[in-house]
């Protein structure tokens, strides 16, 4: 899935703690936007889909620091909340795309995310068939429309930014390759 879907779903966690909560809007959609985003910067440096992208453990996480947010929720906090549940579930939901190749279309991986506690890869489900197909772009606008409604101001912009960038994406992913000579 593109990284706008992942960006998009976190938001989503954080629409609910804005509306609850309207002075914590920034770091929940801050800690959920850098959460969706973090796990793909593996693709820069280490090993794509298993440096950055731990399933069980971000959502473990998550979790315990959801738990204590609930509790004691300071803006910090609550930002390390949905930092960990949107990367875990960036994570979890790699497993429901393709496998970690540059042409996914053409499946010659069955490796789409890494399960730590395992020690082994999950195959790709093909729900999403790859990153910046037609129904990967319908994910990002629907998962991020109910931010776009529910934050103003920079968020909203930047929700805005973020689907407009997946919606070009989506027409050219297939020429990506090439324009990276491989
Ligand atoms: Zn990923």
Redesign the pocket.
Known sequence: ?M?TT?AAAGLLLAVPVASAAPHLAVPAATGAVLGGVV??L??LAGV??KSL?FPVYYSVLGLLVGVAAAVSPSPVVVAAALFFLAAGL??V??WF?AGEELRPWERTSDRA?YLHPRRRWLRPKYVVRYDGAPEDLLLTVGLALPAAVTFDGWLRALVVAGVALAAVYTLFRKRVPEWLGV
């Open positions: 899935m990284v992942h796990p793909d593996d693709l794509h889909r992208h960036h994570s939901s790699d795309g995310v």
